[in-house]
């Protein structure tokens, strides 16, 4: 007999909503069954941080190689610069929806499964980042751009969908920001090893910001050929779980509603993942919260050089914004888990933002406006991983959430297209960025209003399933039937 590692469940709001119910009042951690969940942290947590950690420094360290002379050596305008950074969002939105797809379709697989796809988009990624170093015309990045967008294409989305294998929906926020927070991270890191990399400049015949591709590039290919031997591919193929913690991970799982077996996949599903409401009002508040995000990603060690700082000391301004973000974030999820508040805060993130551009935009001193990028930084980590875990949140099951995840994530991706034409081409002139500036403040306000009128349908939609739930049993509702179920709780 297995020992109980179960918590507590604390039934609802109707006497027939007890443990097999999606909401668990009890906080995991202060519980038994925490050891179980603490030990999944350790083993998956870190694998998959390192791997956003990486998908955000090479897709977003030429900002950085740009500062370092990248434009100039290659007789890029900044049109074609725009160009190049939009040609690596195509192919990234195309692949988005295939690859969570082929996560859901395969997952077990033996040619196909997160354990071999994930990490085989992270080696061959690696080996294009050391190919843009050593690119020598403006067609070979183009190129280059685009592939690295083809191949990172699925990893957000299917890192989302892949935690929902092992992990209950209360528990997702906390998690997805720990990954996400390595963006925050890779904000830092990426200026302070573009600090010591640009002074590589000749070593080889080659410019300080070819180096930055190649070093990063490298670590990148080496840690993707590690990772396929650290991949597990479910809860029961998890070597470092014990027969009754899969057990006890599978229960849990089973009482979230969200795990029980489909039949296989079915367009049909596809289909209704696109009927959903709230996919529509969070895709609308990732397009806009993505702009931002990539907007100061791809631009801010530009928008800190206009500042007047030099270019070595601008790889090292970038650092702090990103580092206070990367700490609020995750303080942040910890209170969207543990109070069960995602609506509130995606929210104030997005107000955050709107605090940032409009300090910038009312500000003539520059350390003032340096200043505001601590806001606006902070509010646009804080947002996306909070929106990616709220919307993945309230779909079911597997192959609708895999939908919802990825058409998410393709909007998103349609904001960083967006972005490199705001702030990188002729629409709104450096320094200032004046016209930028005003859309990424309205873009905030609007993202706010999209989270309040998201919050105000499910919380609509959830009092109309408690009022099901008084005049009828569990077992008279038809089966499979996903967050439809009058015992789906959405969460706010």
């Not at 931002?292 to 030099?310: C, E, H, N, R, V």
């Not at 990616?388 to 895999?402: D, E, F, G, H, V």
Request: aromatic letters at 14%; charged letters at 15%.
């Amino acid at each position: 007999m297995r020992p109980s590692l179960e918590p507590q469940v604390t039934s609802v709001a109707e006497n027939d909503i007890v443990e097999k119910g999606p909401i668990v009042q009890e906080d995991p951690a202060m519980t038994e069954g925490g050891a179980v969940w603490r030990k999944l942290d350790y083993h998956i947590l870190p694998l998959m941080a390192m791997y956003f950690f990486l998908s955000f420094l090479d897709r977003t360290n030429v900002g950085n190689a740009r500062v370092a002379g990248l434009q100039k050596d290659l007789g890029m305008s900044n049109k074609q610069y725009s160009i190049a950074l939009t040609v690596t969002y195509v192919p990234y939105i195309v692949f988005q929806l295939p690859s969570n797809l082929i996560l859901k379709v395969c997952p077990q697989a033996r040619a196909v499964g997160p354990n071999l796809l994930l990490p085989t988009m992270l080696t061959l990624w690696g080996v294009v980042t050391v190919l843009q170093g050593v690119v020598k015309s403006y067609s070979g990045f183009l190129a280059c751009r685009f592939f690295l967008g083809l191949l990172e294409g699925g990893l957000f989305p299917g890192l989302v969908l892949y935690l929902s294998y092992f992990y209950p929906r209360y528990m997702m926020n906390t998690r997805v920001t720990a990954f996400f927070s390595s963006a925050s991270l890779s904000g830092a890191f990426s200026g302070i090893l573009a600090y010591g990399i640009i002074h590589m400049d000749g070593v080889g015949n080659r410019p300080g910001w070819s180096w930055i591709f190649i070093l990063e590039g490298l670590f990148t290919f080496l840690f993707g050929v590690f990772s396929f031997f650290l991949f597990p591919r479910s809860v029961d193929n998890s070597r470092f779980l014990s027969p009754a913690e899969k057990e006890y991970i599978k229960e849990k799982l089973l009482e979230d509603c969200d795990h029980k077996e489909e039949e296989g996949f079915s367009w049909g599903e596809v289909v209704e993942a696109l009927r959903l409401p709230q996919l529509w009002f969070m895709s609308i508040a990732f397009f806009l919260s993505a702009t931002t995000l990539f907007g100061l990603a791809y631009f801010s060690p530009s928008i800190i050089q206009g500042l007047g700082y030099t270019a070595a000391d601008t790889q090292l301004m970038s650092v702090p914004p990103y580092a206070v973000a990367c700490v609020v974030a995750l303080i942040a999820s910890f209170v969207s888990d543990r109070y069960r508040c995602r609506g509130i805060v995606c929210v104030v993130s997005v107000l955050l933002c709107a605090i940032g551009f409009a300090i910038f935009l009312g500000s003539e001193s520059n350390q003032i406006q340096y200043g505001s990028l601590f806001f606006s930084v902070t509010g646009a980590c804080m947002a996306a991983p909070t929106q990616a875990t709220w919307n993945a949140n309230n779909a079911s099951p597997q192959t609708r959430r895999a939908t919802v995840i990825a058409v998410g994530f393709v909007f998103s991706n349609g904001g960083g297209i967006l972005a490199t034409w705001l702030l990188g081409g002729s629409l709104s002139p450096a320094p200032r960025y004046t016209e930028a500036t005003i859309t990424l403040l309205v873009f905030s306000l609007l993202a706010a209003l999209m989270c309040g009128l998201n919050m105000f349908y499910l919380r609509m939609q959830n009092g109309k399933k408690a009022e099901r739930r008084k005049t009828m049993s569990r077992e008279d509702e038809k089966p499979g039937i996903g967050n439809h179920s009058s015992w789906y709780i959405y969460n706010l």
